[in-house]
């Protein structure tokens, strides 16, 4: 076997989840270990981590031979308030007229949060009625709709931890309630475990719909902790759920690139460790590190 997937990585793995904190690693200072960990392919990040002049951007990436594969935004269409499609339309028309000029092609799309992701508190139920579920599909079915019309992307849903889908039941029926041309799955292998979601499970069920991935893995003794005392996602992040690749963690990563490049040879797969609040010197060598596990990983898929 021949092919060979896009690895990439995202300004998540540095520790980066908002646009601007006092203690995070300066964007310019991402970008060059990025290309000095070994990457070509990055993430936007959080828009206005990185600049959002296009100009500049795609300058900045060219000096160092990056290439974006994808950006993100934010939703909350399960919400009755129905200022949810302006919030997150204006999320996307920022996002997509960026990257769109840029060459990118994906829009990773990740639902609110039923608890805040700062305070651990609860501000809403955990499970959505069958209404929610109905309006949720139906944002998500118009923005795909948009952007694929509009610019000529494909919006990629993601599932999240602490949010409204995240267990393997939860993401099929996402599936089975959204249209296919409009939104598929970025399958985060890490979110999808963190609630025992069996990555292969679902890629074998609904290989067309595998947009896009995440590569993470859980710490199946810190997740179990997680789990037994609803530790919010955020606190679990600092105790380390989402674990170096290569060690302890879960899932393996060489049944699931095999599967992936049996679904789409040149499908992106995207380093994501969720390493907030780490310090500023701890991310690249665990950059590097990964990245030779991946290798890795895809070698021992193609010789299969």
Same mark, same amino acid.
């Given at each position: 076997m021949t092919q060979q997937i896009r690895v990439g990585t995202a300004p998540d793995s540095w520790g980066v989840w908002f646009p601007s904190e006092p203690h995070q690693v300066p964007w310019d200072r991402f970008l060059d270990e990025v290309v000095e960990a070994g990457y070509h392919w990055i993430e936007l990040g959080p828009y206005g981590y990185l600049p959002t002049d296009p100009k500049q951007l795609e300058d900045e990436l060219g000096k160092r031979n990056l290439k974006m594969t994808a950006g993100t935004v934010f939703t909350g269409f399960h919400k009755e308030d129905e200022s949810q499609w302006q919030r997150a339309w204006d999320q996307a028309l920022a996002v997509a007229n960026l990257v769109s000029k840029l060459g990118v092609e994906h829009l990773v799309v990740i639902p609110d949060l039923w608890r805040d992701d700062k305070t651990g508190q609860a501000r809403e139920p955990r499970t959505l009625s069958n209404e929610q579920w109905k309006r949720l599909a139906a944002g998500h079915n118009k923005l795909g709709k948009a952007l694929l019309e509009e610019f000529g992307i494909h919006q990629q849903f993601h599932s999240h931890a602490d949010s409204h889908i995240g267990t393997y039941q939860?993401?099929?029926?996402?599936?089975?309630?959204? #249209?296919? @041309?409009?939104?598929? !799955?970025?399958? *985060?292998?890490?979110?999808?475990?963190?609630?025992?979601?069996?990555?292969?499970?679902?890629?074998?069920?609904?290989?067309?719909?595998?947009?896009?991935?995440?590569?993470?893995?859980?710490?199946? #003794?810190? @997740?179990?902790?997680? !789990?037994?005392? *609803?530790?919010?996602?955020?606190?679990?992040?600092?105790?380390?759920?989402?674990?170096?690749?290569g060690f302890e963690g879960v899932p393996k990563f060489a049944p699931i690139i095999e599967r992936a490049l049996e679904i789409n040879p040149e499908i992106f797969a995207i380093i994501e460790q969720d390493m907030y609040g780490c310090p500023v010197d701890m991310p690249f060598p665990i950059a590097q590190r990964t990245r030779e596990h991946i290798l890795a990983a895809t070698r021992a898929a193609r010789v299969k």
């Open positions: 939860e993401v099929e029926r996402y599936l089975q309630e959204t #249209d296919p @041309l409009y939104s598929n !799955l970025c399958l *985060d292998t890490g979110h999808f475990a963190y609630y025992l979601g069996d990555n292969l499970k679902m890629m074998n069920a609904y290989p067309e719909r595998i947009g896009y991935l995440h590569l993470k893995q859980v710490h199946p #003794d810190i @997740l179990a902790e997680t !789990l037994k005392n *609803d530790v919010p996602f955020g606190d679990a992040v600092a105790k380390g759920v989402m674990t170096e690749p």
